[in-house]
């Protein structure tokens, strides 16, 4: 909301009426806060802090410390596994971040698993367990590796409770803490669980900014955060975990498996492996943030090796292009004066920027586009299509119509720089206090090179001032679109 990015742009695309101005966007940032405040602040952080939607980790929480202690002791426990040699903390060394710092966990007999290992450090905060969430629990999911062949590798469960109650001090302890004949899979489990729940890491020197020692991090660090929160990771990584609460598609505002350039595996299948949901494939749970300079190599699949790197992927293929590049702030400044490419391309379509074409009603596209041959020039799109189109768009209102343009009109192919139009298009109304009237999307086999048409109106006037667009897309609308159609309401209505 902040970012000017809800309603998300391709909603406005086809319900205009929904968008935001200045006032509304305000009156529910102010919401947002006031809520945050009231519901989800923690007890523990400053008053300037409870509206962030990132709060520190408490300092203690619920737990049955009988089970705790019993379940710390199967959490070591290495009987739990086939060979014997393994036990949880193999792939969860509460000495490494709770993670095993491998691409991917090694499991009995030095199998290879298919996905790296998530830490066990504030796992209790998690949404639900595992990558893909099959696990509603931390009980579900101690329940997994015991008898995965690729983890622990024990035969089956009954093996297991087997083995654990031919040792008399276990018998004991869960007659002591679970009642009679106690020893089962589900005691167990509940117990690793109830442990787990304890490793929580509070009062880390953010946690202790976020309760009001404004010198607990350096200025460099309060910088970062304040970026984290500009860019949008906040938005995925939130709560006392900044993660663990959501599930999100891995390759959001890229395509990261494409460029990954490595074979698709089950394991890249995300949440629809479960679920078989088609909005789930490549979709994962939000990995927590808690310690994670120590918990590399990154990612479901492990392929980022390094912080750093694991950083500039997400911000490659999870971050929208305006937020991660610097467009917004060159159009807050000084219009760009030269359009010509910065490289030598084949020119294949072209923008075409009209100027102030009088006396027009409702004129079918095609004769707009004879209406106004005087008066235009001609950009090479070579790949930046949108982008282009809006600094033509941009120099156009700076430079002629400033005072009488009020309204734009946006109908942008659904691909490529397309979606960088749609992406950019909004914060630039915002900043001249226009309001877009949305005509609709043109599917083409065009679209991904960023077919985009704008259409500039003075005041309430349906009539096109300016038209900026590709020219063989326009043709192609004029046999589906109505030519400025009577039922497309003013901003005022």
Not at 107 to 115: H, T, V
Not at 176 to 197: F, M
Request: contains cysteine.
């Amino acid at each position: 909301m902040t970012q000017n990015r809800m309603p998300p742009s391709l909603f406005l695309l086809m319900h205009w009426r929904a968008y935001l101005m200045s006032s509304e966007r305000a009156a529910i940032l102010t919401w947002i806060r006031q809520t945050r405040r009231n519901y989800y602040a923690t007890p523990d952080v400053a008053p300037q802090h409870a509206e962030e939607v990132i709060q520190p980790i408490p300092e203690q929480i619920q737990a049955n410390w009988d089970r705790a202690a019993l379940g710390k002791k199967l959490f070591f426990e290495r009987r739990l596994s086939g060979d014997g040699k393994l036990n949880c903390a193999s792939c969860h060394g509460l000495d490494k971040a709770g993670v095993d710092n491998l691409k991917t966990a090694t499991g009995i007999n030095g199998k290879k698993g298919p996905i790296n290992s998530p830490t066990v450090y504030n796992a209790v905060f998690n949404i639900a367990q595992f990558w893909d969430g099959r696990a509603v629990d931390l009980a579900a999911q101690a329940a997994g590796p015991v008898t995965n062949p690729l983890e622990m590798g024990a035969h089956d469960w009954d093996t297991v409770v087997a083995t654990l109650k031919s040792d008399p001090e276990y018998v004991a302890d869960f007659q002591r803490i679970y009642g009679s004949d106690a020893l089962t899979k589900e005691n167990i489990t509940n117990a690793i669980a109830e442990y787990e729940r304890t490793l929580i890491t509070p009062d880390s020197p953010f946690d202790l900014y976020l309760k009001g020692d404004d010198n607990a991090i350096t200025m460099q660090e309060k910088h970062g955060y304040a970026l984290f929160k500009q860019v949008g990771c906040s938005g995925c990584h939130s709560g006392v975990a900044l993660g663990g609460d959501a599930y999100e598609v891995m390759g959001l505002e890229g395509p990261y498996f494409s460029d990954r350039n490595t074979p698709l595996t089950q394991a890249d299948i995300g949440r629809q492996s479960f679920t078989k949901a088609l909005s789930d494939f490549h979709r994962f749970k939000v990995p927590n943030l808690r310690n994670v300079a120590l918990t590399a190599p990154y990612f479901h699949d492990g392929s980022a090796p390094t912080l750093d790197d694991a950083v500039k992927k997400m911000v490659r293929y999870q971050t929208p292009a305006d937020m991660r590049t610097p467009s917004r702030q060159r159009l807050k400044t000084a219009p760009r004066q030269d359009m010509s490419p910065r490289r030598t391309i084949v020119p294949t379509p072209k923008i075409e920027i009209g100027a102030r074409l009088p006396g027009l009603d409702n004129t079918s596209w095609r004769a707009l586009l004879k209406e106004k041959k005087a008066a235009q020039r001609k950009l090479d799109l070579h790949g930046f299509a949108a982008r282009k189109a809006f600094h033509a768009l941009h120099d156009f209102f700076i430079q002629s119509h400033r005072d009488e343009i009020r309204y734009v009109e946006v109908i942008a192919g659904l691909g490529g720089g397309g979606g960088v139009l749609r992406r950019e298009l909004p914060h630039w109304l915002e900043r001249h206090e226009l309001r877009p009237l949305i005509l609709g999307v043109v599917y083409t086999h065009r679209a991904n090179k960023g077919a985009v048409r704008i259409l500039l109106c003075a005041g309430r006037s349906r009539t096109p001032n300016a038209v900026i667009g590709h020219n063989r897309t326009l043709e192609r609308a004029a046999k589906k679109t109505a030519s400025f159609p009577d039922q497309v309401a003013s901003a005022e209505d």
